[in-house]
């Protein structure tokens, strides 16, 4: 697949592997609270694509950013990190 510019990636654990190639993936970050300074935890949730159904739930996973696949589809699977115990 040829890459336009620098995709954006990121590193999720799998969450739902219900569907037929597409994984939801969750992603945390670091956000400080504006009043009181304290990072806290945020979560977001990603439809991502995986063409060959290898993600299982709890597997660690980089996601880079493609072109619209669906109407929530915008990322898919690059790599498998860490398999699930």
Known sequence: MKARG????????VV???MEK???VAVQRLVKHPLYRKYIRRRSRYKVHDETNACRVGD???IVETRPLS???RWRVKEILERAQ
């Open 22 to 24: 597409t994984r939801v």
């Open 6 to 13: 620098i995709q954006k990636t990121m590193v999720g654990r």
């Open 16 to 18: 739902s592997d219900r």
């Open 71 to 73: 109407r929530e589809k």
């Open 60 to 62: 660690r996973v980089l």
